[in-house]
T-cell receptor, first 111, second 114 residues
Framework: EDQVTQSPEALRLQEGESSSLNCSYT??????LFWYRQDPGKGPEFLFT???AGEEKEKERLKATLTKKESFLHITAPKPEDSATYLC????????????FGQGTTLQVKP | NAGVTQTPKFRVLKTGQSMTLLCAQD?????MYWYRQDPGMGLRLIHY???????AKGEVPDGYNVSRLKKQNFLLGLESAAPSQTSVYFC?????????????FGQGTRLTVV
């Protein structure tokens, strides 16, 4: 059964304090692993897609990496505006586009 | 370019009432999805469609029906609402082409069943 587990559930950082969010997954044939950002009361907003182990992608203070079993979202020198819930999802090879989501990590960055 | 638009944004239903949630996308995507989001549960797939006239069950389909009569619209129906269906509902769409598989989400519908 496809499964995605994110840790920690919640993370509090001081502005400038770098850290990482973890996403562990099991899937029958990975087509892609996705990271989304969700602000309160809004829909998820796409950040990255990773396709194969060893791949990395960056966007501003965020860098996503992928291994065969997990993905990390590294946040370097975060700012208060990075506060949000970060969602990880996997897509299998069934060619339906379905996503299996983890529970999310809620990040709070204090000034 | 509106992306994915959901209607309504908020709704309160009494147990046993019915309603339809509308999702419209203007990106010419083949694939469309309905998810529900509950605290501590993440996003769970209710139903999905891989093209006009097709629908399929997701992880939590019981109590819901869907229709995809037009490519741009995906409707989610609750025939007899129950308090367990209190949730935030998100519609999403994605391309069937290999280059851009990411899903785009609407702003959500917050439904309360009393």
């Amino acid at each position: 059964e496809d499964q995605v587990t994110q840790s920690p559930e919640a993370l509090r950082l001081q502005e400038g304090e770098s850290s990482s969010l973890n996403c562990s997954y099991t899937v029958s044939g990975l087509r892609g692993l996705f990271w989304y950002r969700q602000d309160p009361g809004k829909g998820p907003e796409f950040l990255f897609t990773l396709y194969s182990a060893g791949e990395e992608k960056e966007k501003e203070r965020l860098k996503a990496t992928l291994t065969k079993k997990e993905s990390f979202l590294h946040i370097t020198a975060p700012k208060p505006e990075d506060s949000a819930t970060y969602l990880c999802a996997v897509q299998d090879s069934s060619n339906t586009g379905k996503l299996i989501f983890g529970q999310g990590t809620t990040l709070q960055v204090k000034p | 370019n509106a992306g994915v638009t959901q209607t309504p944004k908020f709704r309160v239903l009494k147990t046993g009432q019915s309603m339809t949630l509308l999702c419209a996308q203007d990106m010419n995507h083949e694939y469309m999805y309905w998810y529900r989001q509950d605290p501590g549960m993440g996003l769970r797939l209710i139903h999905y469609s891989v093209g006009e006239g097709t629908t399929a069950k997701g992880e939590v389909p019981d109590g819901y029906n869907v229709s995809r009569l037009k490519k741009q619209n995906f409707l989610l129906g609750l025939e007899s609402a129950a308090p367990s269906q209190t949730s935030v509902y998100f519609c999403a769409s994605s391309s069937s082409l290999g280059g851009s598989p990411e899903a785009f989400f609407g702003q959500g519908t917050r439904l309360t069943v009393v």
